[in-house]
């Protein structure tokens, strides 16, 4: 979890990143989050009000849930996301599944319908390597969507701007890279830091 980033969705956001994903695009950036075990276990009742409260003190304006696959923990995302919006925080959902599928599968399960119904804006579709978006913000690749399910982001569907990537360099030395960009670029940045450290997460 990174309590105030600039990189992942619209304005100062909480991100939050979920442990696992059976989708495996060729190209993905989080390799690791694939494997089911791994991240860390939290006691919903209990994480929920400490994520927001993290969140409000650092004066973020939503939550994005990212992966790994929000979809694939979407029971407990649901309960997160319907308290981040009665705190008056918009909230943003990354998926690989196609938004088309997962409207087909909310009509029999309820998890999926809560997640969706408590996401303001939403990315789907699975990360394709040979079809880099280098238009539009988020996004990694032109067939993935960037859906306003509500009012609070409407016109955000057509935006077009640079990617973002946030360099954290730690008081031991340790340096953290989210957000997106450019793999080459990247590599190039990561290599003029003296590392080479794990790819952004998205
Ligand atoms: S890009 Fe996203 S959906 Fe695709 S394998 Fe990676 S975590 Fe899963």
Known sequence: MLTATEAEGPGRRTAIW???C???CRGCFNPHMWAAAGGTVVQVAEWIP??????????VEGITLLGGEPFEQ??????????????????MTFTGYEYADLTEW???RRDIRDLLGRTDLLADGPFR??????ERPWVGSANQG??????????L???????????RVGADGTIAVNGWSDVDALDALLADLGTRGDKPCR
């Not at 390597?129 to 280098?134: I, K, M, S, V």
Request: aromatic share 2%; hydrophobic share 45%; glycine share 8%.
């Open 22 to 24: 059976t989708i495996r």
């Open 50 to 59: 400490r994520v927001l409260d993290e969140a409000a003190g650092a004066g």
């Open 146 to 155: 960037l859906r306003a399910l509500t009012e609070r982001y409407r016109g």
């Open 74 to 91: 979407a029971a407990p995302l649901a309960r997160l996301a319907a308290a981040a919006q009665a705190r008056g925080l918009s909230v």
């Open 157 to 167: 569907e057509c935006v077009t701007a640079p990617d973002r990537v946030e360099v």
């Open 106 to 108: 909310a009509r029999r």
């Open 129 to 134: 390597a040979d079809l880099l978006d280098r």
């Open 18 to 20: 979920v442990q696992g």
